[in-house]
């Protein structure tokens, strides 16, 4: 029998079940197991504060005290949800964008997964298995790295933007800079020239115009308080048509010329021409140092496609007075990026990065290749689907991006499946897909959810089919 619950105020809320009996029912025990018996209480504690407020206002009134603890449990369970979608979760990338900042960037290669899992527990960071006493740490990386860009020392840091703001620190601090009105670009929407430059104590020197700078430009700049020459790769923005720049050699001649460092960010460049996939205009790292250039960074996760970290190559006078210099342990990177860096860096020395490395994969993978998995997987998903689900897709044309702020003019076709469904709309669709298990993330274009193979492996369509099976 319902009782009447509007006599006094304390009354409304008897029913209401305490933190404890909540804690004793099957959620919230499960969810004790997995987060800890006071998280799991603070939690519990906010559910029925909630439906306090939501009685006083009202509601709940006819609610047996067994309804109530029911209402708890499934309140418990979704907060528990939502703060488990915060955690840092594996995903399946069918944006079609390879490197993509918000998902982590490059996905590792087996090898580099291996190597991780592998250096988790002790490993030989800063240990010689050979001489039994402490190691050098990063060697090895070091060593490939000098292989493969043909640079005369080697420093790995946390990401490049440490790089660039460590170079710049060390060897321009006080003095000036002087770079191109073209090259002060804002990349990925928190590195910005200007800012780092200022961060670094050291004073801008812009030269030029936005589309054309001269070496005599430059050239006029160089005072007795210049100590840098800086070229910036814009890496994610183009400035065509009437340009003109002085050459990698011309700025290189000035440089020697006035005893000054010549350092260039290259960000998302490439090791070698080879690994350049028919992105035309990515700098090669080797092709800088030949031509004169001093310090090259770039970073680990971009064209590379390893893990997130910044690579100072250049000459040993100055890369060997960044290694002595007492920042260089507050930007130094740990045993886990190490290891995925030697691995990936092996599968370029092999010269199997092209197949190894998924980054590599999926920037050169064909048209042709896309268009026959997608018609492929298109069949599989009508297989799964019966006629009656409402869901439909079809095969279209269109476009994947490098991402990353890299090769913005690169076009890569692709084929796309696009999934609609009778009642429910995109951004539905689109928001289910994302807090499934495995979360996928899809783009919406032109009011269709659409999916982009090239991010996605094989293994994965598995997962892939699974969770658009379940949208009917
Ligand atoms: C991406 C980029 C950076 C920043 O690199 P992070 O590894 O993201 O820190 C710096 N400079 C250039 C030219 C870049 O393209």
Redesign the pocket.
């Known amino acids: 029998m319902p009782r009447a619950k509007t006599s006094g105020t304390n009354s409304i809320f008897r029913d209401l079940p305490s933190v404890d009996a909540v804690l004793r029912t099957p959620t919230g025990r499960s969810v004790a197991s997995e987060a800890g018996e006071r998280h799991a209480a603070s939690l519990t504690r906010e559910v029925i504060a909630m439906l306090r407020d939501e009685m006083e206002a009202g509601s709940h009134h006819e609610a047996q005290p067994e309804e109530l603890l029911h209402l708890s449990e499934a309140r418990l369970e979704a907060a528990y949800q939502a703060l488990e979608l915060k955690r840092v979760h594996r995903v399946i990338n069918a944006t079609g964008v390879v490197i993509h900042t918000n998902l982590g960037r490059a996905p590792l290669s087996d090898a580099a997964r291996r190597a991780v899992a592998d250096a988790a527990g002790p490993c030989t960071v800063e240990y010689d298995l050979a001489s039994g006493r402490r190691g050098r740490r990063g060697v090895m990386a070091e060593e490939l790295l000098r292989e493969l860009t043909g640079a005369e020392s080697v420093l790995i840091v946390n990401?490049?933007?440490?790089a660039?703001f460590f170079v710049l620190m060390v060897f321009a601090a006080g003095g000036e800079v002087i770079i191109s009105r073209g090259e002060l670009v804002e990349?990925?929407g928190d590195?910005r020239v200007p800012d780092v430059l200022a961060q670094s104590g050291a004073t801008l020197r812009e030269v030029g115009t936005t589309n054309r700078t001269k070496l005599s430009d430059y050239e006029r700049a160089v005072t007795g308080k210049t100590r840098v020459i800086l070229r910036?790769?814009p890496?994610?923005y183009r400035i065509v048509g009437f340009t003109a720049a002085p050459s990698i050699e011309e700025l290189a001649g000035l440089a020697h010329k006035h005893k000054l460092l010549f350092y260039e960010?290259?960000?998302?460049g490439a090791l070698s021409e080879l690994s350049a996939v028919g992105l035309a205009d990515e700098p090669v790292v080797g092709v800088s140092l030949t031509s004169g250039v001093g310090i090259v960074t770039f970073?680990g996760?971009?064209l590379l496609g390893g893990p997130?970290a910044?690579i100072i190559a250049g000459r040993s006078e100055y890369v060997d007075r960044l290694r002595k210099h007492p920042l260089y342990r507050a930007l130094r990177v740990d045993k886990l990026t190490y290891a995925a860096l030697e691995a990936t860096l092996q599968a370029y020395r092999r010269g199997t990065a092209a197949d190894e490395v998924p980054v590599q994969r999926m920037l050169s993978i064909s048209e042709h290749d896309l268009r026959q998995r997608a018609a492929m997987f298109l069949e599989r998903l009508r297989g799964l689907t019966p006629a009656n689900s409402g869901l439909g897709f079809e095969l279209i044309e269109g476009e994947s991006a490098v991402g990353?702020?890299?090769a913005p003019s690169a076009r890569l076709k692709t084929s796309l499946i696009a999934v609609t469904h009778v009642t429910r709309t995109a951004p539905q669709l689109e928001m289910t897909l994302r807090q499934g298990s495995p979360p996928v993330v899809a783009r919406i274009v032109d009011g269709r959810v659409v999916l982009d193979l090239r991010t996605v492996t094989e293994v994965e369509e598995n997962d892939l089919a699974a969770a658009i099976a379940s949208l009917s």
């Open positions: 990401n490049c933007a440490a660039a990349i990925g590195f910036v790769h890496s994610n960010d290259i960000g998302s970073s996760d971009k997130q910044g990353g702020g890299a």
